[in-house]
């Protein structure tokens, strides 16, 4: 394995959500990366569909935190990107991750901390819509929450949370199976 394959694997397991950020704003060039990362995102026969809001005024990512039973942590994020998606079938849901997942990887090699926040239910997307001004063909379904970590906090880390082992969540040919060689 090559020493950058060592460093992208290392990354890919250790992004973990963050709640608690520093109130250093993140700077437009870091943002306009990670859209530029969004869009690049792959999406279900390549549709992109989604529209991203990105907010960085204080008052509306508190308002965010409001709209949503997961979204409080917005209260304290110094930028967000909102992401309304067009339609609610399965595929959406699966690209609306894909992305947020993408930016949150992105946002990480930048030096940013970052969450996911979603709005569950058709109301909270709703009071989304109408804080945003998003037309009512797309749903707000989700917001990643963006800062500076801020590490003197106590934060959901691996070490805390653990990791149920491999064999616990997977199996080999056909469920139940072991891995070859662990049986």
């Known amino acids: 394995m090559t020493n950058q394959n060592a460093i992208l694997l290392t990354a890919l397991k250790s992004l973990r959500q963050s709640r608690r950020f520093l109130d250093t704003p993140v700077a437009q060039a870091d943002l306009e990366e990670l859209l530029e990362?969004?869009?690049?995102?792959?999406?279900?026969k390549n549709t992109q569909p989604w529209h991203l809001v990105v907010v960085t005024d204080p008052e509306t990512n508190?308002?965010?935190?409001?709209?949503?039973?997961?979204?409080g942590f917005l209260e304290n994020v110094t930028a967000s990107i909102v992401v309304a998606?067009?339609?609610d079938n399965?595929?959406?849901?699966?690209?609306?991750?894909?992305?947020?997942?993408?930016?949150?990887?992105?946002?990480?090699?930048?030096?940013?901390?970052?969450g996911t926040a979603w709005f569950s239910h058709r109301a909270q997307r709703q009071q989304v819509r109408d804080l945003l001004g998003i037309p009512d063909h797309l749903e707000p379904w989700s917001a990643i929450g963006?800062?500076?970590?801020?590490?003197?906090?106590?934060q959901a880390?691996?070490?805390?949370?653990?990791?149920k082992p491999?064999?616990?969540?997977?199996?080999?040919?056909?469920?139940?199976r072991p891995a070859p060689g662990n049986s």
Not at 37 to 43: I, K
Not at 92 to 110: H, I, T
Not at 166 to 176: L, T, Y
């Open 90 to 114: 399965r595929g959406v849901a699966y690209d609306d991750g894909r992305l947020q997942e993408r930016v949150m990887l992105a946002g990480k090699a930048l030096g940013i901390g970052s």
């Open 62 to 71: 508190k308002a965010l935190a409001g709209c949503g039973d997961f979204a």
């Open 37 to 44: 990362v969004a869009r690049w995102t792959g999406s279900a």
């Open 157 to 163: 880390a691996p070490q805390l949370s653990g990791r």
């Open 166 to 176: 491999i064999e616990e969540i997977s199996s080999w040919g056909q469920f139940g």
């Open 146 to 154: 963006l800062g500076y970590t801020d590490v003197s906090q106590e």
């Open 85 to 87: 998606m067009e339609g």
